[in-house]
């Protein structure tokens, strides 16, 4: 699976999670049933979305996991490389 397609995942599950458990909060108070059974969806989705970040949320050249700053990361912070691309990230030549 592409890193493109691996951070829409990771976005659309951790939004349906949000959604579960805020309708979980504003709902549960009527119905407990409801509630329990939108906590179950919130915790089902958080652990799809984890199994698909942990599977497929590697960089594509070396292989190293992204997990910090996934959905905000241009450049693969171990091979320096751009992860849409594949191009190399020149190096600032030593100096700090």
Same mark, same amino acid.
């Given at each position: 699976?592409?890193?493109?397609?691996?951070?829409?995942?990771?976005?659309?599950?951790?939004?349906?999670?949000?959604?579960?458990?805020?309708?979980? +909060?504003?709902?549960?108070?009527?119905?407990?049933? =409801?509630?329990?059974?939108?906590?179950?969806?919130?915790? /089902?989705?958080? /652990?799809?979305? =984890?199994? +698909?970040?942990?599977?497929?949320?590697?960089?594509?050249?070396?292989?190293?996991? =992204? +997990?910090?700053? /996934?959905?905000? =990361?241009?450049?693969?912070?171990?091979?320096?490389?751009?992860?849409?691309?594949?191009?190399?990230?020149?190096?600032?030549?030593?100096?700090?």
């Amino acid at each position: 699976m592409k890193f493109e397609t691996v951070k829409k995942v990771a976005k659309v599950g951790f939004a349906l999670t949000t959604l579960a458990c805020f309708l979980g +909060i504003f709902v549960g108070n009527s119905d407990p049933q =409801l509630a329990a059974y939108l906590t179950y969806a919130a915790l /089902m989705f958080i /652990m799809f979305t =984890l199994a +698909i970040v942990l599977k497929w949320g590697r960089c594509p050249w070396c292989g190293t996991l =992204l +997990i910090r700053k /996934m959905l905000s =990361l241009k450049v693969c912070p171990n091979c320096n490389r751009d992860l849409t691309t594949g191009k190399k990230k020149k190096g600032k030549g030593g100096r700090k």
